[in-house]
């Protein structure tokens, strides 16, 4: 039964930097040696000596698969699960992006002082996803018993790096095709709600590649901050419509930033997917007031 003892200690090395021996966590090299020194005579002769053994292992280890695995070993995420469950299909797994899943329109928005703070209607509960970089945070809607409130959103804030979820009337289109530059730009103003703003242009409006009907689009305009200071802004949008509304993905950084977050912005509009749900399918309101 000693015999397998290199093999096992390899495999120590490839899957876990660390082990639970006796009560202890170990270092998973000190694990190796302990494997190693309670193998038996024949053992010793057979030519699985330790550089053998981790020789093997390197080369199996491509194909071991390990059961209750973290998700990010296991390529799986909480929002590809919650995707997968109601029939769509998960998002991709990209390096230095993070799942996002969430549901929307859960309840009515929240009325506070006469203002709906959602900043727009929705139709019917939506099931909004995309993947944002990992280094960025996410601001979900929250629901308290006058309503609920937020959009889907995420970013870097600090530095001026965000993505925010809207919907508003597609104004009767059918297809995205029929959708003006207009109503684009009108979008972005709904995500810019409590901004001051000003010049806002739409640009290089196409069609996105894969399955929906989703247009993406870039757009810049100018903030105008409490400070009196002008911020140029630029931005990517995704969008398709979703029982006769606009419902889209607006992405921002400022000028000075785009250069080296152009990219980020691109993976995150080309993620975007968005899918009418039955309330059915939505968790009951009251799990989330606890």
């Known amino acids: 039964p000693h015999c397998h003892a290199n ?3 390899a495999l ?13 966590v170990l270092n998973s090299r000190t694990v190796v040696n302990t494997l190693l020194a309670r193998r038996s005579a024949p053992c010793m002769m057979a030519d699985l000596n330790r550089r053998g053994a981790l020789a093997r292992a390197a080369a199996l280890a491509p194909a071991v698969f390990i059961a209750g695995a973290p998700p990010a070993l296991a390529g799986d995420s909480k929002a590809n699960k919650l995707l997968v469950s109601l029939g769509f299909p998960p998002l991709s797994q990209t390096d230095g992006f993070t799942n996002l899943a969430e549901f929307l329109g859960r309840t009515n928005a929240a009325n506070i002082d006469g203002q709906k703070t959602r900043g727009f209607t929705l139709t019917s509960p939506l ?12 601001a979900l809607p929250t629901i308290t018993p006058n309503g609920e409130s937020g959009t889907v959103s995420a970013g870097n804030y600090i530095k001026g790096d965000s993505s ?29 709600t409590g901004d ?13 590649e894969g399955p929906g009907d989703y247009v993406t689009w870039d ?3 100018t903030l105008l901050t ?13 969008g398709t419509i979703v029982n006769g509304q606009l419902c889209a993905v607006i992405t ?12 980020k912005l691109r993976e995150l509009a080309s993620s975007f997917v968005v899918y009418p749900v039955k309330k059915s399918a939505v968790p009951d309101t009251a799990a989330y007031l606890g």
């Not at 099931?127 to 996410?138: E, I, M, R």
């Open 226 to 238: 409490r400070a009196g200071f002008e911020v140029d802004r630029r931005g990517i949008a995704a």
């Open 12 to 24: 120590v090395l490839v899957v876990a930097p660390h082990a639970v021996l006796s009560g202890r």
């Open 252 to 263: 921002a950084t400022t000028a000075l930033r785009w250069k080296s977050e152009e990219s």
């Open 196 to 208: 001051v703003y000003q010049d806002v242009k739409v640009s290089k409006v196409k069609p996105r």
């Open 7 to 9: 093999m096992l200690a």
């Open 219 to 221: 757009y810049t305009y």
């Open 127 to 138: 099931l909004v996803a995309y993947n944002y970089p990992s280094s960025w945070v996410t």
């Open 164 to 192: 925010s979820f809207v919907a508003l009337s597609a104004g009767g289109a059918k297809s995205m095709s029929d959708i003006s530059k207009s109503l684009l730009a009108e979008s972005v103003v709904t995500s810019a």
